[in-house]
């Protein structure tokens, strides 16, 4: 493991002003966006789509790192360089997902448990080979009567640490997401509640398998209500508390921290973000983004996958992404 590396790159990741795309989505969920606004979702379409956002002009002020998926790692761009290739010319690093998805946790009814460990060691050594300078693991939490159990959080917390210090073998910063997902009614304090616990747990176990925090980065959920009760609390109480979960939960060794949006509208993930970062004052970390919907459905809506609409899709990205470059500020 080459810790200078790792720290290098998880810095640049969460450098100042910029953040993530998260163009990671599944074939089941490219699927979804696609359909929505009418196009099917073939492998030329999923490319043009791609193409569209990664090729935007400029796109590199406000993006440090993209994360891709497994098809988009392979495919090529207008250009006629793979997209990691594209990027790397941009100076912004590619990343790439590698949990195979969350699946029903065994005896545990309404529980999740993340998969794909099996042969990730051999993924992640033709990963890097591809260009790959970050990956990222998504475990899924989820709120209802009686649920998170202990064994679900300690399942999900065991795959991400062992992904993470798989990631690092192979000299790629690995991103950590363990979500707390919005669905349900749930207050402002029971998702401040699991989302701490969820975190202490999974430092405890990173610390466990000998991960090397400062190159490691942390993705987590925003510390909201419920999405049916959203209305519920401020943005600044959102943001408040957010903060006070981050002090009482996180190390100051890791480096950053990139919120995912997690169902959250563009607007809505903005100005959370930018108030977080107008409240954080010494806050040891670099807070961050690492938003896919809040970053894309703008470019999507707009595209309607006709030709004549790409430049006024990465128009529409860009306006995005510099809005949220500034709210990871604090400047809007």
């Not at 359909?35 to 492998?43: A, D, H």
């Not at 969820?198 to 990173?206: A, G, M, V, Y």
């Not at 954080?280 to 809040?294: N, Q």
Request: a positive charge; one cysteine or more; glycine letters at 10%.
């Amino acid at each position: 493991m080459n810790k200078g590396k790792l720290a290098l790159t998880a810095r640049k990741m969460v450098a100042h002003g910029k953040g993530i795309l998260a163009a990671d989505e599944s074939m089941g969920t490219i699927e979804k966006r696609l359909t929505s606004i009418g196009v099917k979702s073939t492998e030329s379409n999923r490319r043009n789509y791609r193409n569209l956002l990664l090729s935007a002009p400029g796109m590199e002020k406000y993006i440090s790192g993209v994360i891709l998926f497994d098809e988009t790692m392979r495919q090529k761009s207008d250009s006629g360089i793979t997209f990691p290739k594209l990027l790397l010319k941009k100076g912004v690093i590619p990343g790439i997902k590698v949990d195979t998805g969350a699946n029903d946790l065994a005896l545990y009814p309404g529980e999740k448990v993340t998969e794909g460990l099996d042969g990730l060691r051999g993924r992640f050594e033709e990963y890097a080979k591809l260009g790959a300078g970050f990956a990222k693991w998504r475990a899924v939490i989820i709120i209802g009567k009686g649920i998170p159990t202990d064994e679900c959080i300690e399942a999900n917390v065991h795959a991400l640490a062992r992904y993470a210090a798989l990631a690092q073998e192979a000299e790629i910063v690995p991103i950590v997401e363990p979500e707390v997902l919005m669905d349900g009614d749930h207050t402002l304090a029971r998702c401040e509640e699991v989302t701490t616990k969820t975190l202490k747990r999974l430092f405890t176990e990173l610390k466990k398998y000998r991960v090397y925090l400062p190159g490691t980065i942390l993705k987590p959920n925003m510390v909201v209500p419920g999405s049916e009760v959203m209305n519920s609390a401020s943005v600044e109480q959102v943001a408040k508390v957010t903060l006070r979960t981050f002090k009482n939960s996180v190390p100051i060794e890791v480096p950053g921290i990139v919120f995912l949006s997690g169902g959250l509208s563009p607007e809505q993930a903005t100005e959370r973000l930018d108030m977080i970062n107008k409240l954080k004052g010494k806050s040891p970390w670099e807070l961050s983004f690492s938003f896919g919907r809040a970053l894309q459905n703008e470019a999507l809506t707009t595209w309607q996958g006709k030709a004549v609409n790409v430049k006024a899709a990465q128009e529409a990205f860009l306006t995005r992404a510099k809005s949220v470059a500034m709210a990871r500020q604090g400047g809007l």
